[in-house]
């Protein structure tokens, strides 16, 4: 029995033989191009055959992986348009007097190294779309065509890597799991694993060749390991965690309707962490009291030129309206450090996680963010609209944003345009900064949500994306711990909420110290909602006991 060690990017188990799935790569040669003019033509012509192809497979994802996976599809044929590709591919064929299909295996291979040397996972995630896109082009142009083939049986797909169109082509009912070389946990192949619940490891140690492919394998989700060749006992020790997983989701699917609130009747809400409106299905599907944390930053990375206010508030208006009277809290524009737009224009800085970033940026650009506040007040006649603020250090900040505020509402007021004149307006409290002043901010504020992600990093002062400090970084660290008592307590005291929407709200080893410090609210991934529930209800506050000493 050979053992193989990744990392989970979705839990489970599936055990089967391997499906092999590997693709030849065109080797495109640089070949000078009788007419430039004719090659042009040429790529326009295969980009617009891809196009048609990619809204094809939208239709077909659409229809067995939902909307929210079908996603990528749409982005893919957007930026089959991007001006930046097309540019890039037309200036190598007139400059370099080349083929269309070297062009565009230069222009592949100069973006996919741009987005896989960004620190963010999001973009780093992008690399693989520009691979995607262009080699589907560079296949129509050298009339190669050819479509990944099913296997008639239940397999465990090993690849090197699987681009999005490759996933979609798949017959979901026959892949029990996924083992890719290559990806992160914002890869698509991730991202389709856990809306599917297909047990899915990356980045393992196992050989890619023809001698794995057949073989007999168990796929440990939950540990991110692969097992080759198990013996009978594993075997049998597999299969019987996976009833009981697949008996457990079946029991959580029950909860679905049921209330949030613990044996000794403490409530709580939980809510949904989105990236954009196309998963406002997984809210619904996974019944969330509303969304806790819509990332709109996300609105602006997917472009390539600040996005106007109408197309901003269509798609405020769309969550606010699809979520049929449920809380949506929109944080504003949280751009800088790991994540980048270049038509931002924003300077190189040594050390971006502390630099112009988020609400620092908006209040220097006070232009964008009067156009994202006009959208956002307008969008909540719609339905239940609440504005957060992210990064914010000092009430100084909160009065500068509650001017800029005033001003926007005056100049609707003026043009006659109706919003809720009470919209909840809160911060996210992610600084050592906000935390220790709480007290003096909860006056200021509606609520408060603590951003654990980067609270964690600046308390501790270590990258938590640099995988050389993994060591010495613990999310369960007191410090954190005692910042976020101290913060719940302060809300409290001064009358407004307090809720947790970074990724220690799905840590359900921490939900029990949560609702003993009496966090109000939880807002994590959707897939998260159900399980937490589960443990909410199985838990009785009264009879707890912290395990932390959080007095400061």
Known sequence: MDKYFGKSVFGGIAVGRIRLFQKGRQEIKNIKADDPKEEIARFNDARSKAVEALQELYEKALKEAGEQSAAILQIHQIMLNDIDFTNSVEGIITNQN??????????????????????????????????????????????????????????????????????????????????????????????LSRTMSIPAVICPDIPLDRSINGRMAVVDGFNGVIYIDPDSELVREMQHRQEKELYKRKLLLELKGKETVTIDGKSIKLYANIEDIKALTSV??????????????????EKNSFPSEEEQFEIYKTAAESLSGKRVVIRTLDIGADKQAGYFKLEDEQNPAMGLRAIRICLTNKEIFKTQLRALYRASAFGQIAIMYPMITSVEEVLEIKKITNEVKKELDERGIAYNRNIEEGIMIETPAAALISDKLAKEVDFFSIGTNDLSQYTMAIDRQNSKTDRFYNPHHLAVLRMINTVVKNAHANGIRAGICGELGADLELTETFLKIGVDELSVTPSMILPLRDMIRKTDTSKTQLQYDLHI
């Open 284 to 301: 619904t599907e996974n019944d969330a009291n509303g969304i806790g944390l819509f990332r709109s930053e996300f609105i602006f990375l």
């Open 98 to 191: 080349v083929t269309a299909e070297f062009a565009v295996a230069i222009t592949r291979d100069y973006f996919y190294e741009m987005f896989s040397s960004m620190e963010d996972d999001y973009m780093k995630a992008r690399a693989a779309d520009v691979k995607d896109i262009s080699e589907r082009v560079i296949r129509i142009l050298c009339n190669d065509e050819s479509k990944p083939t099913d296997s008639k049986v239940p397999s465990i797909i090993v690849a090197e890597d699987l681009t999005p169109s490759e996933t979609v082509q798949l017959d979901k009912d026959l892949v029990l799991a996924f083992v890719t070389l290559h990806g992160n946990s914002n890869s698509h192949t991730a991202i």
